[in-house]
């Protein structure tokens, strides 16, 4: 534990000595030993001792000190009106938040204010709009051990619970397989995990916070009772043991963060529960706990979707750039998100996480975005209306915690407005889909007439100071309006009257907080005061009095509005309470506004950028994937280049291997992950941008692009290579598409085209995946003769004035050459540089050494000979030596490279 968590040494030696405050502190610490605890004084959130030093490094703050009885110790503070901003440094950093508030008014009750912690924020579960991405989903994870089901119910199994504690969106899987959970969280990218006893930490290494919870909270008993709050019959929705714990610990950790008993006084309430539910306080307690916008729980299988690991979606690009400091424009979901709302981008990025298999569910999506694509008056339309829609999935999970105020209410009502306007756009749709979001777009009427006839139209943030409720809504609170009116009215007059009768003409009625209404009379006019007026006040310059007539309306007047202050507040959470028992409702509304926005998004793009509806073949079990693509373009890069050269795309069960050669710039990855991208794309049931494109739904997208290393974890990049290859090699089957580009390049150009040749002919004979391999082993295209589904594509590129031309048109057959030394020139490498790699080069074409092409294919070509070669000078070069020469890839070295070898291999001659 951080040693500024937890309770203060200082303090646990004199626990009894401290002051009721500081015990408070103490404790509160104690309990929650896991978080930094910002505690309220006044309107300040106060920290002590070491958190206290932590807290003023991390937040640049003041570092201040406190005193009292016991001795002095550091204090640090943030305002509670700014809080969120230093919330969220500190969660950057690392660390948890208690919030600890004061729960009662000053003065409510002998001695020092009762505070309790009311929340704790963790990056998980992050509640606060100021502290979230509108975007996108903010999940916590919770991964459980446990016995699997069906006729594997001995085997053990590894279940994964994702829930977003600020939608109510939650998921749950399980699988055998460690590999197969990893890629989910890859997929979901979670900000928290909590892990169960015996499960693997390691699936969120570096990814997100890793929380230490109650280890009690998986067991299977509890974890059930947990899940039975919020859905009957775990058993039946859930698919083994293994999920129900995972289920009960995400949503017992849910219940923890929201604030009130801490987890070890729920274990009690949880075991009296399970002995017969005898102590109903607890039940009760329980109850109240419970997170009543979770009313949804979504168990998957991950084989139902397009399954992509995290090496995928970041060589894809789907969400984050490869560029370190790339733009999100730079990313799939930066090219195709014209979402109007929150809940659309979500929606949308869901989507892209997780493309369908199911035709019938794709063909549905392409059907309502074909549609919206050539309707353009109904599109647009849409698109103007959906800005008009709040965030309802986030905005009702605050009203069911309790911590909407006012104007999240008109929020809602503004969003329920525009929906009899956004079902009026889709009432004539011709495509089932768009048919069924139309009955789905329930206008809840009467949550909007409560909301219009209860709450004012511009209330302000605070709910307790009045304000918020229309009049007429309530007889009781306009009768105590009416009264403090009068009374006001009656105040009004007072001044007057009485200048009147004193014959002071100074004479003022005013009031303030702390004395109540007075009448006020400057020193000179003191001997004209009547005898009925009682002093109050008496200030530098003047007098301060009250009449019994007006300390009686003062008390009407003040008792009438602090009545009505109450009452608002009252009637306004029973509003709220009204408005949360909707929950379902909103959140069946929520659905159909995003999943219209995701469409009119997609649709929007299709439109403006001339993309084409994908024809999904029929796939056969027995086959491999078809993709036929004519004049494909990559979505993102063609956003970010002046001109896009489109290329197609033909890969058969007969011609599935496609081995790429060509220069660096020409276009080969690009090529290769806009085939990736545009199968993709026609599976998340989007136009792609193509003249056409016929494919087969793939299982699964394996990349093996780029370079990387882990030093970190000990793991060069070559490493790292072969691993990937050795996942992709292990899981891919027939109906996968793969991409590999340079593989083999980390290594010795002997031992790097052995392993390109043994990859590729394992990918063709045993794996029987659809594949792309771009490369420059120019020996590997001699296999396209060998295998019966592999053939060759280049790109072609002239030399004009003896520079290099690239065209990006791919075309059948092997590149010439890879213009390695062409490149470095355009890149601007120094031209004495670039003229003695011409010279190697050409010495290296004198002695049939200059590329690829010279070394043989077969195995044999990697082996010790015993024979010699003549040298120049008529003896012989070592064997080693000579194959060293034959190996080297003079071709795509680089300047300095190249001379460092020939120095190494003419000092190994004159030893």
């Known amino acids: 534990m951080d040693p500024a968590l937890g309770p203060p040494e200082a303090m646990a030696e004199k626990r009894d000595e401290l002051t009721p405050m500081m015990a408070q502190y103490h404790d509160l610490c104690a309990r929650y030993d896991d978080a930094i605890v910002l505690f309220q004084v006044g309107d300040f959130y106060e920290t002590f001792c070491g958190a206290a030093e932590r807290t003023a490094r991390l937040l640049e703050i003041a ?8 001795g ?18 500190l969660l950057e950093a690392g660390y948890r938040v208690a919030v600890a508030d004061q729960v009662e008014e000053p003065g409510e009750s002998p001695g020092v204010v009762e505070r309790a912690v009311t929340r704790v924020v963790t990056p998980g579960t992050l509640t606060e709009d100021e502290l979230l991405a509108s975007d996108d989903n903010n999940f916590v994870a919770a991964v459980a051990r446990g016995r699997g089901s069906g006729a594997k119910s001995d085997d053990p199994e590894l279940a994964l619970a994702l829930l977003d504690v600020s939608t109510g969106d939650f998921f749950a899987t399980s699988s055998t397989s460690s590999e197969a959970i990893a890629d989910e969280v890859s997929r979901f990218d979670p900000a928290e995990a909590v892990v169960g006893p015996n499960a693997p930490t390691d699936l969120f290494a570096e990814r997100c916070m890793v929380t230490p919870y109650d280890a009690t909270a998986f067991d299977r008993e509890r974890a059930g009772e947990t899940v039975s709050r919020y859905f009957r019959n775990p058993d039946a929705l859930l698919a083994s043991d293994a999920e129900i714990r995972a289920c009960g610990a995400a949503l017992a950790y849910a219940e923890y963060v929201r604030g009130g008993e801490h987890e070890g006084e729920r274990d009690t309430t949880l075991e009296e529960e399970a002995e017969g539910g005898e102590n109903d306080t607890d039940a009760d307690d329980s109850d109240r706990n419970r997170l009543e916008y979770i009313t949804h729980l979504t168990r998957y299988d991950p084989r139902e979707y397009l399954l992509l690991d995290a090496v995928a979606m970041r060589s894809l690009e ?47 999506r392409l059907d309502a975005v074909e549609e919206l694509t050539a309707d353009l008056q109904t ?19 605050r009203i069911s915690r309790e911590r909407a105020n006012a104007r999240d209410l008109r929020s809602l009502r503004d969003t329920l407005a525009v929906v009899p306007e956004i079902r009026e756009e889709i009432a004539d749709a011709d495509c089932t889909r768009l048919q069924e979001l139309h009955g789905s777009l329930d206008p809840l009427v009467d949550v909007r007439e409560l909301i219009d006839d209860a709450i004012v139209s511009d209330p302000p943030i605070e709910i307790t100071e009045g304000d918020i409720i229309a009049q007429g809504y309530d007889d009781g609170l306009d009768e105590l309006r009416a009264t403090a009116r009068d009374g006001k009215q009656w105040i009004d007059d007072l001044e007057d009257g009485e200048r009147e009768r004193t014959g002071i003409d100074s004479l003022k009625v005013g009031y303030n907080s702390v004395h109540g209404y007075y009448i006020e009379v400057t020193n000179p006019n003191l001997e004209s005061v009547p005898e009925d007026y009682q002093r109050r006040q008496t200030l530098k310059n003047s007098e301060r009095f009250v009449t019994p007539e007006l300390k009686e309306r003062e008390d009407q007047i003040v008792g009438a509005e602090e009545r009505a202050d109450e009452r608002e507040y009252e009637l306004f959470c029973e509003v709220r309470r009204e408005i949360a028992a909707e929950v379902e409702r909103v959140q069946g509304l929520a659905d159909a506004l995003a999943t219209l926005d995701a469409l009119v998004s997609l649709a929007t793009v299709a439109a403006q950028y001339d993309y084409c509806r994908p024809e999904l073949l029929e796939r056969d079990e027995r086959a ?18 002046e001109s896009f050269v489109p290329n197609d795309a033909t890969l058969t069960n007969a011609q599935r291997l496609a081995v790429i050669t060509g220069p660096n710039m020409s276009g080969k990855s690009t090529y290769m992950r806009q085939v990736a991208q545009i199968t993709l794309l026609a599976q998340v049931g989007s136009f792609v941008p193509a003249r056409a494109a016929r494919l087969t739904p793939a299982d699964r997208i394996f990349t093996r692009v780029g370079a990387s ?7 060069s990049t070559f490493m790292v290579e072969m691993d990937e290859l050795a996942t992709i090699l292990r ?11 340079e593989v083999g390049r980390g290594t010795s150009t002997a031992d790097g085209l052995a392993i390109a040749q043994a990859i590729t002919e394992h990918l063709h004979d045993i794996v029987g995946a659809t594949a792309l391999f771009a490369t420059h082993h120019h020996p590997l295209t001699e296999l396209a003769d060998d295998l019966e589904a592999a053939f060759t594509l280049h790109f072609e590129v002239e030399q004009v004035d003896g520079e290099v031309v690239f065209h990006h048109d791919i075309a059948p057959g092997a590149a010439t050459g890879s213009y390695g030394v062409e490149v470095a020139t355009a890149a601007g490498v120094p031209a004495d540089v670039v003229e003695r790699s011409r010279e190697l080069v050409a010495d290296a074409a004198s002695d049939g050494t200059a590329d690829d092409d010279d070394v043989p294919i077969d195995a044999e070509a990697t082996d010790e000979s015993t024979t010699a070669t003549a040298s120049a000078d008529g003896g012989d070069v070592p064997t080693d030596i000579a194959a060293e020469l034959r190996a080297l890839d003079l071709a795509h070295l680089t300047p300095v490279e190249a001379l460092t070898e020939l120095d190494r291999l003419k000092r190994l001659l004159e030893e």
């Open 72 to 89: 002095e110790y550091p204090m640090a503070g943030i305002p509670i009106d700014n809080a969120e901003s230093y919330v969220e440094t």
């Open 709 to 715: 290393d882990d030093i970190a974890g000990g793991r």
């Open 318 to 364: 789907l969400f984050e750039p490869r560029a370190v400091e790339g733009r999100e424009e730079a990313t799939l979901v930066g090219v195709l998100d014209e979402t109007a709302c929150a809940l659309g981008g979500r929606t949308l990025r869901d989507w892209i996480r997780r493309p369908l298999l199911e035709p019938d569910r794709i063909e549905a």
């Open 63 to 70: 570092l201040t000190s406190r005193e009292d009885s016991t």
């Open 731 to 741: 899981e891919a089957d027939e109906h996968s598409l793969v991409l590999l580009d």
């Open 624 to 641: 491999g994937l078809e993709i036929d693509i004519d004049g494909g373009r990559h979505p993102v890069v063609e956003r970010t280049q």
């Open 379 to 397: 599109r647009e339309p849409l698109h103007d209306r959906l800005r008009n829609v709040y965030d309802l999935e986030r905005l009702i999970g």
